[in-house]
């Protein structure tokens, strides 16, 4: 299971599927928005291109006059106020698509984010082992970034792009079909350069996002191993490591933005060229004998096509040959962000599109259905419920697992825990003692052999009900940024602060909350940071204490405690277990002491069981365990 790094991110597979999704997703739920963002997209196009047309009419009139001959000045003040008008319609409308798109592009990332947010929740455990935590940031990060640009920007100027160019063409055909001609040429010569430069630059977008990408990763890991980073004196190390990746984004970005800065003025120049030919072109073909070259037949009056005419006529034409190159440019402008939109989107929706975890059997936890009025399984069979009552009996029988197919992690573990038994896991690092709890909570499905509880199945147990009667404690502990009370609560959100606070005087954890700044009220930073890693160990304790589950499961959850409060807590708990079934992992063997049972486990197997007289009369691995321990002691 290789975990996919940064290194693999890319362009999108599949363009043109994303944006047809990426399109449907935005839109369904903005119809009306979306037809008023059309109507005012093609407004301001409309007015863009409209705009041009009445400066001939003004043109002819100042050529006219400029000569002495009579001339009606309304018609250039009309023509005046009219172009004025247009144009501030016109950007009213962009005003207020550009405003109405902004709202759909927030709206439909915040949707996306919620979408993606409630997706992780469902992901099972395998889809985290594969990603690294850099990688999913970046999906709610850069990601939902360049999309968000996509959707303001970028998409709303294609659409007027595109209609703002099939408009200026129409107009110029009907002005004038040779000029036409001309720009057509010279569109031809624009298109080759942005392909061979905008290709170049897209692929160093991509490159660029990589390197961004590790670079980031990298970052994340050394403020989080600072600590490691200080003690091994790895400050030097660290910096050239991050040099090199640093090198590597500014290269890239380099030549990135090398090529990107290319194409504008390359496009610009072209562009000023173009409109050198035509005004060229058209100033030649406005002689006589040649100007029905010039203007094309529908703009004809009577035949006639006066120089004054030819001048107007030709003056709008240079002003729409601009227009016909703007939104060309923008558009080259924008193609990297198109690009780099697309790959982010896609990576999204395969997140999104990942199956959930898949959500256990329909058998249930419920309370006070029964007659004696407590915890039971409830089940439904052909006349309705059939209910049984909750006890924590748990079985394994010719359990085979392994995290990957090719590597069997765990080999036909048969076991048994009774209701009110305490349970415990002993061996080597590595042997796969986390892995029997991982396994029991359904963390990971097993590839042969059945787990029972309470002689269900546990794959026909609604997996949150059969997590709602586990209290666990991992090996790794996890606080929550909140007060040492929300930490405690965590374990049952409805109980009542004196549970909370019951809960942790039975983990032996009341005393030093109590010597707190806040006392309960304190509030826990990042992870826990503010506490000893032993104080860390009690509240996790506490907090599955406050879950009053039958099933305890604490995988070295005194590890850092000193043996005295390890002590202390063991009566909590021996109240605590009376009637519970508790699964124990330790490396210190005096806190398993008292187990009913021992299961000693090597690399996947249970190589002895018994209890500690019966292991340690064996004079086995657990007495070699047990014996050693002393030794170092
Ligand atoms: N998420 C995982 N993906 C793949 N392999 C894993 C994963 N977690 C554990 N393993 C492997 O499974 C084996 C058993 O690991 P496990 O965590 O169960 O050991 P353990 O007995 O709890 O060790 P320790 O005493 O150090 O906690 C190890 O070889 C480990 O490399
Ligand atoms: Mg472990």
Redesign the pocket.
């Known amino acids: ?1 290789n975990k996919t790094v940064a290194g693999k991110r890319r362009g999108a597979k599949n363009p043109m599927q994303t944006l047809k999704r990426l399109l449907k997703y935005t839109f369904k739920n903005y119809k009306a928005a979306t037809a008023f963002v059309i109507i005012f997209v093609l407004l301001s196009s409309a007015a863009n291109v409209l705009g041009a047309s009445f400066v001939a009419p003004i043109i002819t009139a100042l050529f006219n006059f400029s000569k002495g001959a009579p001339v009606d000045m309304w018609i250039i003040y009309k023509n005046v106020i009219i172009i004025a008008c247009i144009y501030t319609a016109g950007a009213l409308a962009a005003f207020a698509y550009n405003r109405i798109m902004m709202y759909i592009a927030q709206g439909t990332l915040k949707r996306l984010r919620d979408e993606m947010f409630a997706k992780m929740q469902k992901l099972p ?1 395998k889809y985290f ?1 594969a990603h690294t935590h850099g990688d999913l940031m970046s999906l709610y990060t850069n990601d939902v970034d360049t999309m968000r640009q996509l959707l303001s920007q970028t998409i709303p100027q294609l659409v007027s792009s595109a209609l703002t160019v099939i408009f200026v063409f129409t107009m110029m055909v009907l002005y004038s079909v040779t000029l036409t001609l001309v720009i057509v040429i010279m569109l031809v010569v624009m298109i080759f350069s942005i392909k061979a430069i905008g290709s170049r630059s897209a692929k160093y977008f991509l490159k660029q996002q990589v390197a961004l990408g590790k670079l980031n990763g990298f970052v994340e890991e050394m403020t989080e191993g600072q600590k490691v980073i200080k003690v091994f004196c790895h400050e030097q190390k660290a910096r050239e490591q991050f040099k090199v990746l640093n090198d590597e984004l500014n290269e890239t970005g380099r030549k990135a933005n090398a090529n990107a800065f290319i194409l504008g003025p390359i496009n610009n120049n072209l562009g000023y060229l173009q409109y050198v030919f035509v005004a060229i072109v058209g100033l030649a073909l406005i002689i006589p004998g040649a100007t029905q070259w010039l203007v094309s037949p529908y703009c004809a009056i009577n035949g006639a096509y006066d120089v004054a005419f030819c001048a107007g006529i030709l003056s709008s034409f240079l002003l729409y040959s601009r227009q016909f190159n703007m939104p060309i440019q923008q558009v080259t402008q924008q193609f990297n962000a198109i690009v780099m939109a697309l790959a982010g989107a896609e990576r999204i929706f395969e997140m999104v599109d990942t199956p959930a975890e898949d959500v256990g059997g329909n058998i249930t936890l419920t309370y006070g259905e029964t007659e004696e009025g407590k915890w039971a399984w409830k089940k439904p069979c052909e006349n309705g419920f059939e209910f049984i009552p909750l006890k924590g009996d748990i079985r394994f029988e010719d359990v085979t697992f392994g ?2 197919d090719e ?1 069997v ?1 765990l080999k036909d573990i048969s076991l048994y825990a009774k209701p009110g038994q305490k349970i415990a ?1 002993v ?10 709890t ?1 396994l029991i909570n359904r963390f990971y499905d097993i590839q042969s052999g059945v787990i029972t509880y309470d002689g269900i199945n546990i794959r026909d147990i609604k997996k949150d009900d059969l997590r709602r009667s586990l209290g666990v404690v991992l ?1 790794d502990t996890h606080l929550f940024t909140g007060t040492v009370m929300d930490n405690i609560r965590y374990g049952r959100l409805n109980a009542t602060d004196e549970q909370c606070i019951n809960a942790a005087k039975l983990a032996n954890a009341h005393f030093f909350i109590t010597h707190l700044p806040e006392g309960y009220n304190t509030v826990i930073k990042r992870d826990g940071s503010n506490l000893s890693q032993g104080q860390r160990q009690l509240l996790a304790i506490a907090r599955a204490m406050v879950s009053e589950c039958p099933v305890l499961i604490l ?2 959850a005194t590890s850092s405690i000193d043996t005295r409060t390890e002590k202390l807590i063991e009566e909590g708990m021996d109240k605590l277990m009376e009637g519970r079934t508790v699964f124990v ?1 330790a ?1 210190r063997l005096s806190t398993v002491r008292n187990s009913h049972a021992i299961m000693v ?1 090597e690399h ?1 197997e249970i190589i002895e069981r018994g209890d500690h007289e019966q292991l340690i009369a064996k004079k086995g691995k657990y007495y070699q365990l047990y014996t050693g321990a002393f030794e170092l002691d």
């Not at 061996?427 to 029997?436: D, E, N, P, Q, V």
């Open positions: 299971m455990l082992d995290y990957t590597k992690i896991f061996g080597s690092t590595g042997a796969g003692k986390t892995t029997i991982n090996q995988d070295e992992i490396h486990l996947g």
